[in-house]
């Protein structure tokens, strides 16, 4: 079935140091994965995102990588800062034609300073 | 200058009332959803409409209906509601119905007392 499972489900690092996220997907056909940052309150926004034909993909201190075969991605955040505390979703848009983005579970990072 | 925006932000109503939630977006694209986001903050999709068209229908109960009179608005009517549906209901649209960034709104904060 349409599952992507994400780990942990918390993580709390201190202000400086490096948080890594990890997700897995069910659907070998899957070839978009995106990654959603949700602030306290707020809408989820997109901070990265990496298509099958790459395999890592990097914007400043955030960073992806996507191993196809083993249906695994990553986000890799560096030098964390209290503003990166928030709420992070990974994504897989499943096949069969139209956007229909399977969330994870969500991992609550606390940068503490 | 929003890009996708709900109304209402926060709504508050007795089991068994009827009530909708609209959205529009400015940003001239084709598809828009909407996304269920529970207690546990796990976001799940319920509904897509491309070019006022019913694309992407999840297992929603069929008091929830939505309704897309044209591809900038998608608007969410739930009837005979139960403490069950009390969530965070977020509207998003894409440019395309595959494998793009979705832009959420700010989400309405759905309370059943």
């Known amino acids: 079935g349409e599952n992507v499972e994400q780990h942990p489900s918390t993580l709390s690092v201190q202000e400086g140091d490096s948080a890594v996220i990890k997700c897995t997907y069910s659907d070998s056909a899957s070839n978009y994965f995106p990654w959603y940052k949700q602030e306290l309150g707020k809408r989820p926004q997109l901070i990265i995102d990496i298509r099958s034909n790459v395999g890592e993909k990097k914007d400043q201190r955030i960073a992806v990588t996507l191993n196809k075969t083993a249906k695994h991605f990553s986000l890799h955040i560096t030098e964390t800062q209290p503003e990166d505390s928030a709420v992070y979703f990974c994504a897989a848009c499943f096949s069969g034609g139209y956007n229909k983005l399977i969330f994870g579970a969500g991992t609550r990072l606390a940068v503490h300073p | 200058d929003t890009a996708v925006s709900q109304t209402p932000k926060y709504l508050v109503t007795q089991m068994g009332n009827d009530k909708s939630i609209k959205c529009e977006q400015n940003l001239g694209h084709d598809t828009m959803y909407w996304y269920k986001q529970d207690s546990k903050k796990f976001l799940k999709i319920m509904f897509s409409?491309?070019?006022?068209?019913?694309?992407i229908n999840e297992t929603v109960p069929n008091r929830f209906s939505p309704k897309s009179p044209d591809k900038a608005h998608l608007n969410l009517h739930i009837n005979s509601l139960e403490l069950g549906d009390s969530a965070v209901y977020f509207c998003a649209s894409s440019h395309l119905p595959t494998n793009t960034e979705a832009f959420f709104g700010q989400g309405t904060r759905l309370t059943v007392v």
């Open positions: 409409y491309n070019n006022k068209e019913l694309i």
